[in-house]
Each structure stands twice: as structure tokens, then as C-alpha cells.
């Protein structure tokens, strides 16, 4: 264990977690190779206006069951969200504000839609779309004057702001049985960081001096920046694994834990790997899929005028969707809406999936500004002030990432595969010693797509090490 090199691509929330773990457990040779000049990956928390923002992941979901919880939960660094997501407005493109009656009566409905209120999900072979649709018309009471156009409309965009949960770019591509597999932790879904960022949760992990932003603790001198992997011979040479990095620089090791976003695996594995991985490692791959989310941050100089509003949702009439979509704003049909952010009293935050969000990130930031004060000029019946900062996020275009969280497609279950098959490690076949590694938040079975989810993955792999190495030592005991 002291000599054995170890190396993990990719310091994000899984890279970190393995590191941490292995050196605890008495691994000495460790290193991360990283590709970006900082460590989080996806999560990326950012010095902004008053305080941080989260460029990536944003809250701890859920408390039991919760390995980020359970760290944390004596250590006075999480609160509940207010209620900014439930109890936002829906605005129509004609500037009407929905009453809150009704705008209750649909969120209501529309909140059972979720999976611990559909038993019915087992048994259902098509898409969650699909399933979401017949229920929420189904559940939508027949009794009450409501008018359809505009059940209609709130439904669209609440299929939007389902799918930026899911990270998938719509519905009708989410398996809705593969939804099953996905355990939410009972508790508080939207736990924040009081003004400190997830970050914070990494730097904990790596039990980096709360006085030192420069600090990274037990893993000082073991991260490589700007490190990019090009590719892994993990059939050892020799004895070695080779890795490549894209400056020609080679690095070997006895051990590699491979922790790139599964958007990175499905651009590069043909690339990434020698001997190419095999069929059964390239179904997940191919069946898993990841959707982009993107966010916008957007800096007031005064606190938001309306300050009795968490928030507002886009609520498109047919009329002027048309319009738009024949418009080079078109993309603005993936804005979700915009939310007000703990502890930032002078920010809000908007969001928008799929497609469009993809679009969106090749524009300009003054094109992407242009846009928004269209739609909000459309759409509501005060004036907003000009930003005096703005910001918005590339999870797609960077090379790093190619997307956002991975979920369980339609396709998915057609291949009859998933994380699981992904997450299953390339061993020497005689020895049984594990080469190529596999962790990341697509590789978790119950929490992928997000930060627990992926802690755990990187301790999943790193006691997969250590009981190898335990096994090793028990076995040569025994011949002794
Ligand atoms: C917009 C957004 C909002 C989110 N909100 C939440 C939330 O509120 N709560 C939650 O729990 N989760 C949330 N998530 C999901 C969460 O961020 C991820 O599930 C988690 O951070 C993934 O960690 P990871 O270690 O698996 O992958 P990553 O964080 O992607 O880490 C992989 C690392 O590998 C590096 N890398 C890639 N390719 C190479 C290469 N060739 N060589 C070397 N290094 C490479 C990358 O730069 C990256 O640092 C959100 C994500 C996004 C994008």
C-alpha cells in the first residue's frame, strides 16, 4: 500500500474523495491529474457580488441517507433554502400575473408528479414525459373553472424545470422506470452553504485550514493542474500503466481511477484508452446520457425591486412562442426562470436546459444580455434594472465537462445497461488486481448526478484498492 502508484483523473468531488480516502486508509503514492487550473470540477463555487455563487452544484439533497449531510451536519455549514422554489410567480408573455390561487392549485398537481407519489412508474415502459403528461392531466381537478391554455402553458415550463432536475435536456428522452433508480434522500432537498459555496465541502474533505483559501490539506503537492489525460494503456506494460498527457508528458502507475464526467467518456473513450474498452464498458457510456443545465447570475446594484418575489417562471402562450421561435432569440425558450439567492440580496439567478442552454453558451455575454432584457421587457409589468454584473455558465462547451448530470435515458434500458455496468472496474484477468478504475456521479446507482453521489463512487473505488491490497496481504499470511 505505501508503494503502490496510485493516479486519479480528475479532481472533482469523486477524485477528491478517493485521494482523501486512499491516503487515509495508508496509501502514499497518490496523485490527481487534473485538466482545469483549479479543483471542484462541477462544483465550482465563485467570489460574486455579496458573497459566492455556484457555478455547478448548488445544495445538499436530502439529510438521511446523505454522506455530505452526515459529515456536515454538526458543523453549523448548512441551511435550508428558503422558499424561493415553491413559492415563486408564473408570469404569461402578455405581462399577466397567474393569481396565486390558481398558480397553487397547478403547482400542487404538479409537485405529486414526483416519483415518491407514482407507484405506477414500475410498471411503465415509455418515457417519463409521457407518464408525467397523462397524470398531471389526469390529476388536474376537473371541477374548477381552469382554463387549459393556461394549465397548458404552466405545464410546459414545469416540464422544464423537472427536466434541469433530471439534467435531461426534456422528458421524453428520461426512461421513466430507469427513474426508480434514483433514491432520494429523505429530508431537506435544498440545503445551502451560508454564503460559503460547495466548495467548502471539498476543502473539508481535504481537511484544508479554514484560514487558508490556498490551503488543500492532506492533498498539498498531490494535485497536477492543467493536466489533461490524453490517453491511458491500462493493460500493463512491463508491469506499468502508461498515461499520456496532452503536452507528451508520460506518467506511469499500478493503478488508475478514471473520474471524468461521463460527457468527457462518451467524446474520448474511442481515444482515451488502449486496448479500447470493451463492448461491455462502451453500453453505459453509450446508454447513460447527461443534458445541460446551464445558470445565469445577474448582479443589481440595489436589492431586487420586487422584494416580496422569490422568483418568477416564463409562462409561454402559444401566440407569442410561435413568434419566438421564428426570432434569433429563439433559445430564450429554454429560460426556466429567475430566483432569488440566499444570503444575496442584490442577485438573481435563472436557469435554462437542453438545447437551447447549448446555444445560448456560444453567444456573447452582451448577446445573451440583449436577449434577456427582451424577455424580461415581454413578460413583466415593472421595469428591471440593468445588471451591473452578469455571468453565465459553459457546462456544455468546456471540453472538461460536455454537459451537466448524467441520467437514465429511453436508451438506457434499451441496452439494458447503467451505472453499474459503468462502474465496474478493468482487472488484470489472472491476478484479479484492479487496473482501470471507474467513479464520478454517472457511476453511482441510487445518487448519480450529484455531489453524494459521487463522494461515494470515490470511496467505492478506493476501498475496492484497499481491500485488494488487505486481500494481498491475508493471502501471502496464509502461504506464510
Ligand atoms: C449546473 C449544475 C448544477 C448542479 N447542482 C447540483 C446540486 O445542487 N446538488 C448536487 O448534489 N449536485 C449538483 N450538480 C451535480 C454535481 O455537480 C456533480 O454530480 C458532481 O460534482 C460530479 O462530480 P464528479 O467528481 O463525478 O465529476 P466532475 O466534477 O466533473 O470531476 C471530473 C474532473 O475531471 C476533470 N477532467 C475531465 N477530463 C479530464 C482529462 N482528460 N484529464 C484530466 N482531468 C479531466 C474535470 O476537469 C473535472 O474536474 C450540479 C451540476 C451542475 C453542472
Sequence with gaps: MESARIVIIGAGAAGIAAATRLLQSGFENVLLLEAENRFGG?????????????????????EKGNVIYELVKDLDMVQPTSTFYDDYKCVRSNKEILSNAATDVLKSVASNLTMSHQPGLKDFEGSLGTYYTEVFW???????????????????????????????DHLFEVSARGQLEYWECEGDQQL????????????????????????????????????????IAWREVNGDIRIRLWNGELIEADHV?????????????????????????CRPIDGLKLGTVDK???????????????????LWRDEDLLELRNSVNFWLEGVIGFFRVTCQPRLLQGWIIGSHARHMETLTQSEILNALQWLFEKFLTFEMPKPVKFLRTQWFSNPNFRGSYSFRSMYTEELRTGSADLAKPLTDERSGKPLLQFA?????????????????????????????????????????
Design 42 to 62: 462541477r462544483v465550482h463555487s465563485i467570489p460574486f457580488a455579496d458573497n459566492v455563487v455556484d457555478l455547478g452544484a448548488q445544495w445538499c439533497h436530502g
Design 138 to 168: 389526469r390529476n388536474l381537478p376537473q371541477t374548477q373553472a381552469f382554463d387549459k391554455t393556461v394549465a397548458c402553458e404552466f405545464f410546459d415550463n414545469y416540464k422544464k424545470m423537472l427536466s434541469s432536475m433530471d439534467g435531461a
Design 192 to 231: 445551502n452553504w451560508k454564503g460559503k459555496g460547495f466548495r467548502s465541502l471539498l476543502r473539508l474533505l481535504m481537511q484544508a485550514r479554514k484560514d487558508d483559501v490556498a490551503d488543500l490539506g492532506i492533498l498539498d503537492d498531490r494535485i497536477r493542474y492543467n493536466s489533461r489525460v490524453q490517453n
Design 257 to 281: 481511477i478514471c473520474t471524468v464526467s461521463l460527457g468527457v467518456l462518451k467524446e474520448t473513450h474511442q481515444q482515451m484508452f488502449t486496448p479500447a474498452l470493451p463492448p461491455a464498458k
Design 296 to 314: 445565469f447570475f445577474m448582479e443589481f446594484e440595489e436589492p431586487f425591486e420586487q422584494s416580496d418575489w422569490p422568483g418568477f417562471c416564463f
Design 440 to 480: 464520478g456521479e454517472a457511476t453511482h446507482t441510487n445518487y448519480y448526478s450529484t455531489v453524494h453521489g459521487a463522494v461515494e463512487s470515490g470511496w467505492r473505488e478506493a476501498k475496492r484498492l484497499t481491500d485488494y491490497y488487505l486481500g494481498e496481504v491475508v493471502a501471502n499470511l496464509e502461504i506464510g
